[in-house]
T-cell receptor, first 112, second 114 residues
Framework: SQKIEQNSEALNIQEGKTATLTCNYT??????LQWYRQDPGRGPVFLLL?????KEKRKERLKVTFDTTLKQSLFHITASQPADSATYLC???????????FGQGTELSVKP | NAGVTQTPKFQVLKTGQSMTLQCAQD?????MYWYRQDPGMGLRLIYY???????DKGEVPNGYNVSRLNKREFSLRLESAAPSQTSVYFC?????????????FGPGTRLTVL
């Protein structure tokens, strides 16, 4: 069956450092991959989308890579800030109508 | 633009009671979704509606029913609530950016079944 795995343990980093979150998947060939941010008590919010034919996508301090051979996406936040503290979810889609398959999320904590 | 709205925000039920969770979107999206989120499990799709008048089962549909009332509204009904249905429920919609299927989420309903 299709499976998505994200870092299960929380990631704690110092302000100003680069945070790197991992999303691995098996038994799936997505047309694209999305990353969402979720704050406590709130719904997820879309951040970035990367398609299967793209290696890298950037948006301000965010960078996403997508390796369809390794079946892995890396999500980087450069010059991290305490306001970046949240849970980050990856989601795969493109082959099931509009449906997405979500990972369980990784909690990021940026300390001042 | 309110985006996606959900009511109620919180609900406590006793086992066997029924209730309907309401969801509405004002973005003219075709597709709408209901998810549940449990600790360590991520978001799991309960039901979705690709367009007005159609609904389909997702990963965990047992114990739930849905109604796509019109293009704006998509409701989720628990006919006989069970403690296993204690969860946070999110409604989402998509359809405004061609085929990228970016989903827009509501604030969630926190449901406890005693």
């Amino acid at each position: 069956s299709q499976k998505i795995e994200q870092n299960s343990e929380a990631l704690n980093i110092q302000e100003g450092k680069t945070a790197t979150l991992t999303c691995n998947y098996t038994n799936y060939s997505p047309a694209y991959l999305q990353w969402y941010r979720q704050d406590p008590g709130r719904g997820p919010v879309f951040l970035l989308l990367i398609r299967e034919n793209e290696k890298e996508k950037r948006k301000e301090r965010l960078k996403v890579t997508f390796d369809t051979t390794l079946k892995q996406s890396l999500f980087h936040i450069t010059a991290s800030q305490p306001a970046d503290s949240a849970t980050y979810l990856c989601a795969l889609g493109g082959n099931q109508g509009g449906k997405l398959i979500f990972g369980q999320g990784t909690e990021l904590s940026v300390k001042p | 633009n309110a985006g996606v709205t959900q009511t109620p925000k919180f609900q406590v039920l006793k086992t066997g009671q029924s209730m309907t969770l309401q969801c509405a979107q004002d973005m003219n999206h075709n597709s709408m979704y209901w998810y549940r989120q449990d600790p360590g499990m991520g978001l799991r799709l309960i039901y979705y509606s690709a367009s007005e008048g159609t609904t389909d089962k997702g990963e965990v549909p047992n114990g739930y029913n849905v109604s796509r009332l019109n293009k704006r509204e998509f409701s989720l009904r628990l006919e006989s609530a069970a403690p296993s249905q204690t969860s946070v429920y999110f409604c989402a919609s998509s359809g405004d950016r061609g085929h990228t299927d970016t989903q827009y989420f509501g604030p969630g309903t926190r449901l406890t079944v005693l």
